[in-house]
């Protein structure tokens, strides 16, 4: 009884000194902010300022000049300073989405010749789209457009909510690929490989702190440019891994295949290069997303004490939300029996696959790098899935998911061969 709270206590306070850790890093960022901004209007306000430069190089001809002040506007004020992620947190996803298409098409047309009017045009309603959204997050706006009198009151209330999601959002991708290789482990009697995981996962942390440093340290567009290349290149990495690790569990859901597989491999299945595999699956799963919530909380503006301790209040509650989940998944998956707890965790992290090779896709189109054409047809978008209103992302998602369909029935097939196989073998056994 004793060693078992014991490993639920570190497994408690591993995480909570990790959430913590990166909490403590982004508030010292905060306060080393040379250019605070305290409210969401002024720094649309440095926004426009950039944008309305762009449109005037454009008329100019300097088309590179244009872009490149386009770019400013988005990485260092919309995305540096969190509202690209306050948006998707407290308005929608789907708001967050038009306005990073707005963005978009702005920089293309001023890299283009288009006709100076429509530029004009698309780059007022840009501007007046940004203000709007500024205001409601500040709280001088409610959901009718209308006025309200409590607006610190609206504007600490957005910080919570948007913290809160966001927190919960990028911690629990980790959160769930670091359970479900920690159960793994467990499952097959491997618990002396735990401790790597979490060295890989805390890993990872200090590589976001490193990257947040060095993306803060060397501030401005080509800084977030490298920001979006990396989370990028990082999901498409995570995407061969994961499907690696799903693969090879998906492979042993048979019991009996699995007792097999125990028995020939013996330790060779995780003490060469699996083990590897699955320290690096931890690894990415914090380093990817780490560094850009310490920018979040970085760049945010916090409303006085009161927002200050609104969002300390999220993240902790977000924190032992997270907590909660991972320890949930961490002691009841390993319940169920072998053949279910494999095709759980495969179809798990198969799901993140999918979800990452659209995210990937997002993250290099944002970065400029991928191209970026709309699907007029389709009125929804599913950002948890990574699922998005454009031809190049959602073609490789639907390439993924025919992967994966094929891999299940292949898999499917030879468990179910190597199951009669096995089968024979003790009718053979019987018989002698």
């Known amino acids: 009884m004793f060693i078992k709270q014991y490993k639920t206590y570190s497994l408690r306070t591993f995480f909570c000194a990790v959430l913590f850790a990166i909490l403590s890093v982004s508030t010292v960022f905060a306060q080393d902010n040379a250019e605070a901004l305290d409210s969401w209007t002024k720094i649309v306000t440095k926004m426009e300022v950039h944008l309305n430069n762009a449109y005037n190089l454009y008329i100019q001809g300097k088309a590179k000049e244009a872009y490149d002040e386009v770019n400013v506007a988005y990485f260092r004020f919309y995305e540096s300073k969190g509202m690209e992620k306050i948006t998707m947190g407290y308005l929608s996803g789907a708001r967050?989405?038009?306005?990073?298409?707005?963005?978009?098409?702005?920089?293309?047309?001023?890299?283009?010749?288009?006709?100076?009017?429509?530029?004009?045009?698309?780059?007022?309603?840009?501007?007046?789209?940004?203000?709007?959204?500024?205001?409601?997050?500040?709280?001088?706006?409610d959901q009718s457009g209308n006025e309200t009198e409590d607006t610190a009151k609206s504007a600490v209330v957005a910080a919570f909510i948007s913290s809160f999601v966001l927190v919960l959002r990028e911690g629990l991708e980790a959160i769930l690929v670091i359970a479900a290789i920690i159960a793994y482990l467990v499952k097959t009697n491997k618990k002396k490989y735990i401790g790597s995981v979490y060295i890989g996962a805390l890993g990872g942390v200090l590589v976001s702190i490193l990257l947040a440093f060095i993306f803060s340290v060397v501030a401005g567009a080509q800084s977030g440019i490298a920001q979006e290349i990396f989370e990028g290149v990082g999901m498409f990495v995570a995407v061969v891994v994961l499907f690696y690790v799903s693969n090879w569990?998906?492979?042993?859901?048979?019991?009996?295949?699995?007792?097999?597989?125990?028995?020939?491999?013996?330790?060779?299945?995780?003490?060469?290069?699996?083990?590897?595999?699955?320290?690096?699956?931890?690894?990415?799963?914090?380093?990817?997303?780490g560094a850009e919530l310490?920018?979040?909380?970085?760049?945010?503006?916090?409303?006085?004490?009161?927002?200050?301790?609104a969002v300390i209040l999220?993240?902790?509650?977000?924190?032992?939300?997270?907590?909660?989940?991972?320890?949930?998944?961490?002691?009841?998956?390993?319940?169920?029996?072998?053949?279910?707890?494999?095709?759980?965790?495969s179809l798990l992290m198969y799901a993140m696959c999918f979800s990452f090779t659209g995210k990937g896709v997002s993250e290099l189109?944002?970065?400029?790098?991928?191209?970026?054409?709309?699907?007029?047809?389709?009125?929804?978008?599913?950002?948890?899935l990574g699922i998005y209103a454009t031809y190049e992302s959602l073609i490789p998602q639907i390439v993924v998911l025919a992967v994966i369909i094929t891999m299940s029935v292949v898999y499917a097939r030879k468990n179910k061969k190597q199951r009669a196989q096995i089968e024979a073998e003790k009718a053979k056994c019987e018989q002698k």
């Not at 310490?294 to 301790?309: D, T």
């Open 365 to 384: 189109q944002a970065a400029g790098v991928v191209n970026k054409t709309l699907i007029p047809w389709m009125g929804f978008e599913f950002d948890f």
């Open 314 to 345: 999220a993240i902790i509650l977000s924190s032992l939300v997270l907590i909660a989940v991972f320890l949930a998944f961490r002691f009841l998956t390993v319940r169920l029996p072998l053949k279910p707890f494999f095709l759980v965790t």
């Open 249 to 289: 569990m998906l492979s042993k859901s048979e019991t009996e295949a699995w007792e097999k597989y125990i028995k020939s491999k013996v330790e060779t299945s995780v003490t060469t290069g699996n083990k590897w595999v699955l320290i690096f699956a931890a690894f990415l799963a914090v380093a990817r997303e």
């Open 294 to 309: 310490i920018l979040f909380f970085r760049g945010v503006p916090i409303h006085g004490a009161s927002g200050q301790r």
């Open 96 to 141: 967050k989405t038009a306005v990073e298409n707005a963005f978009y098409e702005y920089r293309r047309n001023v890299y283009s010749d288009k006709d100076n009017e429509m530029v004009k045009a698309h780059k007022d309603k840009l501007i007046a789209m940004l203000y709007h959204d500024a205001a409601e997050l500040d709280g001088t706006l």
